[in-house]
C-alpha cells in the first residue's frame, strides 16, 4: 500500500518537476542524451519548443535555451536526419505561449 501511495505522488510531482530545458546541440549522435527530430506539423510532435533569448525565461516545459558550452546544459541533443531516429519529434513553434507538451508521454525524457 506505502509503494502505491509513493508511486502515485511521484507520478503527480513529476509533471510539475518538467521544466524547460538548457540546450547543447552536439556534432555525433554518440554524444548526446536524445535524439531530436523537427517536424514538419505540430499535430506530429511530442514537444512543441521555443527558443528563448535569455536563460532566465526558460521556466516552463517547451522553453528551450541553447547553451554555448556543453558543460552548462542539462541536455545535450542531437538533430537527427530521419523521423524514426529519434527519441523526442518536436516542432518549432512563433510565439513563447505555444510552448509545451503536445504528447505528454514522452516527459520523462527531459527530467
Given amino acids: ?9 511521484v507520478i503527480l ?26 517536424v514538419e506539423y505540430e499535430s506530429q510532435c511530442d514537444l512543441k519548443v521555443y527558443v528563448v533569448d535569455y536563460v532566465s525565461k ?4 517547451g522553453l528551450w535555451y541553447f547553451v554555448e558550452y556543453e558543460s552548462q546544459a542539462d541536455k545535450k541533443i ?8 529519434a ?3 518536436i516542432y518549432m513553434v512563433k510565439y513563447e ?3 509545451g507538451w503536445n504528447k ?8
Avoid at 510531482?13 to 527530430?37: G, H, N, R, W
Avoid at 542531437?78 to 531516429?85: A, G, I, L, P, R
Fill in 58 to 61: 526558460a521556466d516552463e516545459a
Fill in 78 to 85: 542531437y538533430f537527427v536526419e530521419y523521423e524514426s531516429q
Fill in 13 to 38: 510531482i513529476t509533471p510539475l518537476s518538467v521544466k524547460a530545458q538548457k540546450i547543447f546541440s552536439v556534432e555525433y549522435e554518440s554524444q548526446a542524451d536524445l535524439k531530436v527530430f523537427v
Fill in 1 to 9: 500500500m506505502k509503494t502505491i501511495l509513493l508511486l502515485l505522488l
Fill in 87 to 89: 527519441d523526442l519529434k
Fill in 97 to 99: 505561449s505555444q510552448a
Fill in 104 to 111: 505528454s508521454e514522452k516527459q520523462y525524457l527531459l527530467l
